[in-house]
């Protein structure tokens, strides 16, 4: 029998989101998580370099297994200054089959 493979879920939200822990917690059912809690204090760029190592990592450990991006918030900007600033993470995403998803991102700033 093949090898099951398991969807990479990399979760970008703030630290201090009870939301954001609990979708974590609740994809960890059918994905392996990696998180990425942000400090929402800090630019989108100084975030985006930390979801860039964590695509690396899940890529370089989980080699043929689809990458997905759910991202809260400002995550869903940090998501968006990731793919703007480091091309080559992104494509990683995209070459494994995976995507972005984002919840409730100000993508047309905060009303």
Request: with cysteine; hydrophobic share 40%; net charge positive.
């Amino acid at each position: 029998m093949p090898d099951i493979i398991e969807p990479i879920c990399i979760t970008a939200y703030t630290a201090t989101s009870a939301l954001g822990r609990g979708l974590a917690d609740h994809l960890a059912a059918t994905h392996a998580v990696i998180r990425c809690p942000y400090d929402w204090r800090q630019a989108p760029e100084k975030c985006a370099e930390t979801l860039k190592d964590r695509i690396e990592q899940a890529a370089r450990e989980n080699p043929g297994q689809p990458i997905r991006l759910v991202a809260h918030s400002m995550g869903g900007l940090v998501a968006r200054t990731l793919i703007r600033k480091h091309a080559d993470a992104w494509q990683k995403v995209v070459d494994s089959g995976g995507r972005l998803i984002m919840l409730g991102t100000p993508n047309n700033g905060a009303h």
